[in-house]
């Protein structure tokens, strides 16, 4: 074995066992709630909101305490844009099986990743603050719901659909698109202050309308991926300040 690859194998320890530390520091006396709201509002400005119902998978891999909330959203003042996902995980008491990673489930569900990326939305917070988010652009083959095989176009190729995804993750002071980040917070608040951060996990999505237009599968007026990005931000920056608390003790965490 090479020296390289004795010193990976000692880093990977190393990391392996201070990110399992957190689970043998001191039980947190409580859990501070998140700053995102429980309920999502069903109406806001132009948009009009209708709540889907979390079912399957998705609730079984998770602890029971988990707590889950999921809105559709379309713009009435404009039936040519997309409607918009919103997709929100609360985290119960056992924070190391109520909440993860979306790429897990999106890998699962058979999507494959064309983009990963860290952005901000600027000015998303109702305090003027930025939001960081990780965005993931990604496609999939259509399936006929019926038949469940792949949708065939005239020109012989399958058509697929794009999906553009900011997730990041909601305590009780802090915001961050890193799980990592977020496990190395959680360590300290135990450690330091004695307390949990309950998160939330959210999820703002949209498909890409352009991809469709692009295989000759759609009329009409349709939006790219750098357009559908731009509708994402802009509609991430009406509801963030709707659901989205400053706490009193936001400089505390320091």
């Not at 697929?160 to 997730?167: D, E, I, M, T």
Request: hydrophobic share 35%; with cysteine; charged share 25%.
């Amino acid at each position: 074995m090479s020296k390289l690859q004795i010193r990976i194998l000692i880093l990977t320890g190393i990391l392996a066992v201070g990110f399992s530390s957190v689970w043998c520091l001191p039980k947190a006396e409580s859990m501070k709630p998140s700053r995102l709201a429980r309920h999502l509002p069903l109406e806001f400005e132009t948009y009009r909101g209708k709540r889907v119902t979390v079912t399957g998978r998705e609730r079984e891999i998770l602890a029971a305490d988990t707590e889950f909330e999921r809105v559709s959203y379309v713009d009435s003042s404009d039936s040519s844009i997309p409607g918009f996902e919103v997709s929100v995980v609360f985290s119960g008491k056992d924070l190391n099986n109520s909440i993860h990673r979306p790429e897990v489930c999106l890998q699962a569900q058979g999507w494959n990743f064309e983009k990963e990326t860290d952005v901000v939305v600027p000015g998303a917070l109702r305090d003027g603050g930025d939001m960081t988010f990780r965005e993931i652009v990604c496609r999939k083959t259509v399936f006929d719901p019926e038949t469940k095989k792949p949708v065939i176009l005239p020109n012989g190729e399958q058509l697929y659909a794009r999906r553009v995804q900011y997730y990041t993750f909601l305590g009780h002071t802090d915001i961050t698109p890193g799980h990592y980040d977020r496990t190395m917070i959680d360590m300290k608040d135990r450690l330091f202050k004695g307390y949990d951060q309950r998160w939330a996990y959210v999820t703002f999505s949209m498909v890409v309308t352009g991809a469709y237009a692009e295989q000759g599968a759609m009329q009409g007026k349709s939006y790219n991926l750098e357009e559908t990005e731009k509708l994402l931000a802009t509609f991430i920056k009406k509801l963030a300040p709707l659901v989205v608390d400053v706490p009193e003790d936001a400089g505390d965490n320091s």
